[in-house]
């Protein structure tokens, strides 16, 4: 079984489960969307630090575009958004039919792609000309930097946050939520198998290996860098409108930006999974998860602790992460074989 | 006939230190030219002028009678005009077939073509130019797992991979184990006959750049100090004493 087929396989299996997750474990119906959530935002970072070499603590930027872009669109197709985050979204002129709702969300989610995909070829093309650690250090920044700004602008709600249209009485939220995330987390998936199928994908892993290289063999790499960004942004941005309303409350930094957070651990699932790989974010964001509501739910106080731990042990013994220790054993099994 | 590769007059400075000075030498179409030159003549940098690494000081650079002195790195490529480096590079996580098949020349092709499937441009080709360095065998390896040597061989295979005009190879021989290096020569001379590829090559052993080389030049100190005939440029005396450290 070649490795693609073996990620159809194993990704198939966790799409059919997920499928039947909601009936057999009701009670966690909020931590799974949140874990298919995860997954987009692990295979999404992967694309430019795993499989381009480019390591971004930025993303969670287009994250937060998507948060509040949906956020504020759904607001802004029956109410004025000005007025409705004065208001703190509270009072009982702000209500919400469950078709206005549908028809908001779909088009919030539509619009926050877009958005997130343009700031991201805005962005790259001012900043994907810096490599390596230039880089790493100038994205630490974008993240801090949207934050402030979300958190100075009056009209979406500044420092006290968004709070997000409610649902009508009895409307299933969560399961909608919930299937709209795996739905995003599949696409996502068949999305970026595709295009590191392409000629593309060689691209980006020659750009990961040695960039002078490929623009002296005619490459317009920065062209291919902020297309690449821009790819990650669309599911990103989507993310962002789903998460965003998950969260029901938007704080600029806690929620939308949160780079500490948020930022952190997107690069965190999937240096746990394996870089570079395309079922490596996904493990990482599955074991991720667990652990995270693992220790939040038994070792409160101490949960950062023992993050920290797990993050340094991670490093520590599975420097490639999960998957790309066992690639790298069967990679060395295969050159002994050949050698032989 | 005129030149394929004209340089100018051209000159590049670093700070205070002028590592190429007034610079004009011309290579044909068809032709197989040598640059030489004691370590630190200019000879990289006046390589890395041409194909666009950093602007020039003075002077003009024409390919194809287009002037390219003031283009990108990747353009200068999509004209026809590839070099190797004196360090290989190659995409060392990737296998060589992968190596090969992102090599493929852009010259033709917009940007959405890129997503286009990896294995419908030029596996066969890809196969054959592996056969031809003699990696066939090793082709679904990672390129970084491969010798020095081998490594080099890869870098040249890529480069024919892209078909290009002109080929400005930096030490092509350097590193490789003695015994394969007459095999590379007949290579580099295949390159040039049966593909058309014409040859612009810096090396530092003479058996090998004389045997090569239909016309080569001198560097010294930045300068262009001699120009001839293999014949002529062994028994120039400035040659010897530029060799020799007699400046």
């Known amino acids: 079984m070649s490795d693609k087929t073996a990620n159809f396989v194993i990704f198939s299996a966790l799409v059919a489960l997920g499928l039947v997750a909601p009936f057999l474990f009701p009670a966690y119906m909020a931590q799974m969307t949140e874990l298919w959530l995860f997954i987009v935002l692990a295979l999404t970072w992967d694309l430019l630090g795993g499989k381009m070499g480019y390591n971004s603590f930025g993303n969670v930027v287009f994250l937060g575009i998507g948060v509040y872009a949906t956020a504020v669109i759904q607001v802004a197709l029956l109410y004025d958004v000005g007025a409705y985050n004065a208001a703190r979204g509270g009072g009982t002129e702000f209500v919400f039919s469950a078709g206005d709702y549908l028809r908001g969300l779909a088009l919030g989610l539509s619009a926050s792609a877009i958005l997130a995909a343009l700031a991201a070829i805005v962005i790259g093309i001012f900043v994907l000309g810096m490599r390596g650690q230039y880089f790493a250090i100038c994205t630490l920044g974008l993240g801090i930097a949207a934050g402030e700004i979300a958190g100075g602008w009056d009209w979406i709600g500044a420092g006290s946050g968004m709070t997000v249209p409610q649902p009508p009485a009895d409307f299933p939220s969560g399961r909608l939520f919930y299937y709209l995330s795996l739905a995003l987390a599949v696409i996502t998936f068949v999305a970026l198998t595709w295009v590191m199928s392409t000629r593309f994908g060689l691209a980006i892993n020659a750009i990961r290996d040695d960039e002078d290289k490929a623009e002296a063999m005619g490459h317009y790499t920065t062209r291919i860098k902020v297309t690449a960004w821009a790819i990650s942004a669309l599911f990103l941005g989507m993310a962002g409108g789903i998460y965003g309303n998950l969260k029901r409350f938007i704080d600029p930094v806690d929620v939308a930006f949160a780079a500490p957070t948020i930022g952190v651990w997107m690069v965190l699932m999937a240096i746990l999974g394996g870089k570079g790989t395309i079922i490596g974010p996904i493990v990482g964001a599955i074991i991720f998860q667990f652990t995270k509501e693992f220790f939040w739910t038994y070792l409160l106080g101490w949960q950062r602790v023992a993050l920290g731990v797990l993050i340094v042990v991670i490093v520590v013994f599975f420097p490639q992460g999960i998957v790309g220790y066992i690639r790298d054993r069967r990679a060395a099994r295969l050159i002994r074989e050949k050698r032989a | ?247």
Not at chain 2, 13 to 19: C, M, N, R, T, W
Not at chain 2, 80 to 91: E, V
Request: proline share 4%.
């Open chain 2, 1 to 247: 006939m005129t030149a394929l590769l004209e340089v100018r007059n051209v000159t590049k400075a670093f700070g205070g230190v002028i590592a190429n000075h007034d610079i004009s030498l011309e290579v044909p179409k068809g032709k197989i030219i040598g640059l030489i030159g004691p370590n630190g003549s200019g000879k990289t940098t006046l390589f890395n002028s041409i194909v666009g690494y950093h602007p020039i000081d003075a002077g003009s650079i024409r390919f194809k009678s287009r002037e390219i002195s003031q283009m990108q790195v990747p353009d200068i490529a999509r004209l026809g005009l590839l070099r190797t480096f004196q360090q290989t590079r190659i995409y060392g996580k990737m296998t060589c077939v992968q190596n090969m098949l992102i090599s493929v020349s852009e010259r033709n092709s917009s940007f959405v073509s890129l997503f286009t499937s990896q294995t419908g441009k030029g596996t066969k080709r890809a196969d054959e130019l592996l056969e031809f360095v003699g990696l066939y065998e090793k082709r679904h390896l990672p390129a970084g797992t491969l010798s020095f040597g081998q490594q080099k061989l890869l870098e040249f295979a890529m480069a024919l991979m892209n078909d290009p005009e002109m080929l400005m190879l930096d030490e092509p021989t350097a590193g490789i184990n003695p015994t394969l290096i007459n095999g590379l020569i007949d290579r580099l001379k295949r390159a040039n006959a049966d593909f058309g590829i014409t040859l612009f090559v810096i090396e530092h052993n003479m058996r090998v750049i004389m045997n090569l080389a239909e016309h080569i030049y001198c560097l010294a100190h930045g300068e262009l100090l001699a120009e001839g005939e293999p014949d002529e440029i062994q028994n120039d005396q400035r040659v010897i004493d530029a060799y020799l450290g007699a400046h």
